[in-house]
């Protein structure tokens, strides 16, 4: 079994920046994908960032140039540092891992971007 837990979001005006962190805990022994999507009011859940255990990436496409997602394999966490934050960019932001074909979730934290 994998927990997930986030941190990192609020409340940031447009333009700002935020770093959202997500820690794993539990048995977790082979390669896996970690990252990060996010839901909107009245949206389905979209792909923000995603990163495996060797460093490749995927970005969604509304974030790509502005988003960099980062991770600690000795420590299980994933990063995503958002920069130039804008309005639509409001939503839930869960932190998920697939690991042996299992998709794990976090809680989701909430990022909100003010005009």
């Known amino acids: 079994q994998v927990q997930l837990v986030e941190s990192g979001g609020g409340l940031v005006q447009a333009g700002g920046s935020l770093r959202l962190s997500c820690a794993a805990s539990?048995?977790?022994?082979?390669?896996?994908?970690m990252g990060w999507y996010r839901q909107a009011p009245g949206k389905q859940r979209e792909l923000v960032a995603t990163?495996?255990?060797?460093?490749?990436?995927n970005y969604g496409e509304s974030v790509k140039g502005r988003f960099t997602v980062s991770r600690d394999n000795a420590k299980n966490t994933v990063y995503v540092q958002m920069n130039s934050l804008k309005p639509e960019d409001t939503a839930v932001y869960f932190c998920?891992?697939?690991?042996?074909?299992?998709?794990?979730w976090g809680p989701g934290t909430q990022v909100t971007v003010s005009s």
């Open positions: 998920n891992m697939r690991y042996l074909g299992v998709d794990y």
């Open positions: 539990g048995s977790i022994f082979s390669p896996n994908v």
């Open positions: 990163i495996t255990t060797f460093g490749s990436t």
